[in-house]
T-cell receptor, first 115, second 111 residues
Framework: GAVVSQHPSWVICKSGTSVKIECRSLDFQATTMFWYRQFPKQSLMLMATSNEGSKATYEQGVEKDKFLINHASLTLSTLTVTSAHPEDSSFYIC???????????FGSGTQLSVL | QKEVEQDPGPLSVPEGAIVSLNCTYSNSAFQYFMWYRQYSRKGPELLMYTYSSGNKEDGRFTAQVDKSSKYISLFIRDSQPSDSATYLCAMRGVAGNMLTFGGGTRLMVKP
């Protein structure tokens, strides 16, 4: 299957700092990428849909100024958690659609811990 | 009622058993059906991808879709401890690319 690379796999930061997570499609171009959040023993919660060259579409309840998404190329989307607080601590996962197969592949996830 | 229902488990089976994982859904527009496996602290991995009704087999895994009953299944033969993970079903319609996920079933295969 197609490969989606996500970095870093884990990050610890101080409260008030910003953290950037990268998501790359390694062997295909992805016009659409998705960002999810997952709490322990819970399912995936879609945060936003990222389209190359345009603004991301955020799900209800997700603060767009807190979670900045940039999809500047067909192989790279980034999620920046701005002014992180302990309640932002979570497992963040990106995914990308492999066109024309239209299959969704996930990155390996990023565990964010905000102290 | 959720669009996609999936028993959260946990489902505990002995090694070598046949495992049956299931999802039901309410939206008749769903045409594409997927099963993902997620290990703890990892991203989901695509296991099976099927279109419309029917069966699909890949090694020890068999996916079944019954659109008339709005019911999909994943069977795992000769289950191994390494199959212990959370299994997520997902589905979408023809138009658009947004997936609707089940809540996931946690499977434990004991040696």
């Amino acid at each position: 299957g197609a490969v989606v690379s996500q970095h870093p796999s884990w990050v610890i930061c101080k409260s008030g700092t910003s953290v950037k997570i990268e998501c790359r499609s390694l062997d295909f171009q992805a016009t659409t990428m998705f960002w999810y959040r997952q709490f322990p023993k819970q399912s995936l919660m879609l945060m936003a849909t990222s389209n190359e060259g345009s603004k991301a579409t955020y799900e209800q309840g997700v603060e767009k100024d807190k979670f900045l998404i940039n999809h500047a190329s067909l192989t790279l989307s980034t999620l920046t958690v701005t002014s992180a607080h302990p309640e932002d601590s979570s497992f963040y996962i990106c995914s990308a659609i492999d066109n024309p197969n239209e299959k969704l592949f996930f990155g390996s996830g990023t565990q964010l811990s905000v102290l | 009622q959720k669009e996609v229902e999936q028993d959260p488990g946990p489902l505990s089976v002995p090694e070598g058993a046949i495992v049956s994982l299931n999802c039901t859904y309410s939206n008749s527009a769903f045409q594409y059906f997927m099963w993902y496996r997620q290990y703890s602290r990892k991203g989901p991995e695509l296991l099976m991808y099927t279109y419309s009704s029917g069966n699909k087999e890949d090694g020890r895994f068999t996916a079944q879709v019954d659109k008339s009953s709005k019911y999909i299944s994943l069977f795992i033969r000769d289950s191994q401890p390494s199959d212990s993970a959370t299994y997520l079903c997902a589905m979408r319609g023809v138009a658009g690319n947004m997936l609707t996920f089940g809540g996931g079933t946690r499977l434990m295969v004991k040696p």
